[in-house]
Each structure stands twice: as C-alpha cells, then as structure tokens.
C-alpha cells in the first residue's frame, strides 16, 4: 500500500510538472490556414483579414 502510494505521489509530481511546463510554454497566436501564415500581433492578422478576405483563427502553439 505504502508503494503505491508513493508511485501515486511520483505520477502526480509528474503530471503537474508537465502542465506547468505546457501553461508557461505557449503563446497566443493567429494562423490563416489558408494562406498558411502566422502572425504574434493580432493587429497584423486583421489586416490580412481585410486585405485577403482570408480568415483567421486564434491558437495556441508551444515556444521552445
């Protein structure tokens, strides 16, 4: 029982390491698929919005 526990104990340490590591490791981004572009300012994607009459979406990528 005391086993289990303590492997129970060194998933859980795991698992929150990963999360925090994935929480802090992403960034806001927007991506037209269409053109297959991504842009950090959301003021730049609107204005290739306009200009192409192309959608964009916004998404999470990873930063390493």
């Known amino acids: 029982m005391i086993m289990y526990c303590n492997k129970m104990d060194q998933l859980c340490n795991i698992f929150i390491k990963n999360l925090c590591l994935y929480i802090y490791m992403t960034e806001l981004i927007w991506k037209c698929f269409r053109c297959?572009?991504?842009?950090k300012?959301?003021?730049?994607?609107?204005?290739?919005?306009?200009?192409?009459?192309?959608?964009?979406?916004?998404?999470?990528t990873l930063v390493v």
């Open 36 to 39: 297959n572009l991504s842009f």
């Open 41 to 60: 300012d959301e003021d730049v994607a609107e204005l290739h919005k306009q200009i192409s009459n192309h959608s964009v979406t916004k998404v999470k």
